[in-house]
T-cell receptor, first 113, second 111 residues
Framework: NAGVTQTPKFQVLKTGQSMTLQCAQD?????MYWYRQDPGMGLRLIYY???????DKGEVPNGYNVSRLNKREFSLRLESAAPSQTSVYFC????????????FGSGTQLSVL | GQQVMQIPQYQHVQEGEDFTTYCNSSTTLSNIQWYKQRPGGHPVFLIQ?????EVKKQKRLTFQFGEAKKNSSLHITATQTTDVGTYFCAGQGQAGTALIFGKGTTLSVSS
């Protein structure tokens, strides 16, 4: 099993460019999440999807959009990238129980110049 | 909104010394989880605590959940260089809501 797969691993954008981060899981999990990690800030939740067809805002949703394409895939889109969005982005998934552990992808390191 | 605070932010120890990180929530939690992130890696689940006053052990690691279910701790006995990394606690309020992570404690170990 691959678990949670994120693409790309690295990306450099210019301010104002757009891009989509892709995430797929093969564990038949209901819930999927996007976090960003910045030095000294821990992991902050951007958006999550508790089940196919639903999405909800997390702590820091501004500047981002998400799409739960199907049960396997959850993408994160930056419509107009800003330097403040330079970060490491992690996708995660969890099973359908009420209290489930998260499985993380390997991350995407994004730099916005 | 729910906040999860974790201290200390950094800790350096000599190999063989003990290490503890503490986690406090602004609200009562349904459960708390602990994750470890090795340098350059992604967070990996360590353990989940659900019951008030619960204590769980994994070899040299001891995890506690407070009686009021608002605080937790991770204690490592006799640290080894393999313990290096950042330890995160993550709290969940009501069932089905998203986990909120603390800022993490970064542990460095010198031999």
């Amino acid at each position: 099993n691959a678990g949670v797969t994120q693409t790309p691993k690295f990306q450099v954008l210019k301010t104002g460019q757009s891009m989509t981060l892709q995430c797929a899981q093969d564990m038949n999990h209901n819930s999927m999440y996007w976090y960003r990690q910045d030095p000294g800030m821990g992991l902050r939740l951007i958006y999550y999807s508790a089940s196919e067809g639903t999405t909800d805002k997390g702590e820091v949703p501004n500047g981002y959009n998400v799409s739960r394409l199907n049960k396997r895939e959850f993408s994160l889109r930056l419509e107009s990238a800003a330097p403040s969005q330079t970060s490491v982005y992690f996708c995660a998934s969890s099973g359908q129980g009420a209290w489930e552990k998260l499985f993380f992808g390997s991350g995407t390191q994004l730099s916005v110049l | 909104g729910q906040q999860v605070m974790q201290i200390p932010q950094y800790q350096h120890v000599q190999e063989g010394e003990d290490f503890t990180t503490y986690c406090n929530s602004s609200t009562t939690l349904s459960n708390i989880q602990w994750y470890k992130q090795r340098p350059g890696g992604h967070p990996v689940f360590l353990i989940q605590l659900v019951k008030s006053g619960e204590v769980k052990k994994q070899k040299r690691l001891t995890f506690q959940f407070g009686e009021a279910k608002k605080n937790s701790s991770l204690h490592i006995t006799a640290t080894q260089t393999t313990d290096v990394g950042t330890y995160f606690c993550a709290g969940q309020g009501q069932a089905g809501t998203a986990l909120i992570f603390g800022k993490g404690t970064t542990l460095s170990v010198s031999s």
